[in-house]
């Protein structure tokens, strides 16, 4: 249950809310809700709760709109700054534009190409080592195919030569030589001898 303050304070915001609008001509509307759920309203004459209501959203869907605007707006300025001195920065150290450094700046531009120029060499460096690296390697690989090639080629020449070296037997086999001092062979020659001699 409410107590009387409370019901004190609505009526005194409801009366506020009807002065309002009769003296400005305003268009009003004012809902309460007690703390027990019930709910008090009030909005100008000539006008309904939707009426307020309606155009209430409309008017803060307006102003969303607007500060979603401003805010891309920031962002898109703040995007140009940095762009704009980050070209600034890239002029300066391509030499184009030197007009506005002090000497101070001068000396910290010099120090920063100094450290740049460093990097530079040291991957140039880096570059030219693992060329080298990888000559080496090449060459010790084509040595190795060059060897290779070679014996390949010299154990199909001694394949070849062999091959013509051979006798063109087939099946293993070797003809043999009679032997000359047989003595069977001499008798069988003399054998041989005492044939009959054709007449004179």
Known sequence: MESGSATKRRGWL??????????????????????????????????SMLQIIDRFKKASSTQIQEDD????????????????KLQATIRQLTGEDLTTLTKTDMKNLQKRLEVSLDRVRSREIE?????????????????????????????????????????????????????????????????SGNLKKPRT
Do not use: W
């Not at 506020?16 to 008090?40: C, P, T, Y």
């Not at 605007?69 to 704009?84: A, G, L, V």
């Open 14 to 47: 409801l009366t506020k809310a009807r002065e309002l609008a009769l003296r400005n001509d305003d268009q009003v509307g004012h809902i309460i809700f007690s703390s027990s759920g019930q709910m008090f309203q009030y909005c100008s004459p000539n006008s």
């Open 127 to 191: 570059l030219l080592q693992e060329g080298r690296i990888a000559e080496a390697v090449a060459g010790i690989l084509e040595a190795k195919f060059s060897r290779a090639r070679e014996k390949e080629t010299e154990k199909t020449e001694q394949s070849r030569d062999l091959l013509q070296l051979s006798p063109p037997f087939s099946n293993g086999l070797q003809p043999t030589q009679p032997n000359l001092e047989d003595p069977n062979l001499h008798h069988h020659a003399c054998s």
């Open 69 to 84: 605007d401003k805010q891309i707006y920031r962002e898109m300025t703040r995007m140009k700054n940095e762009n704009d």
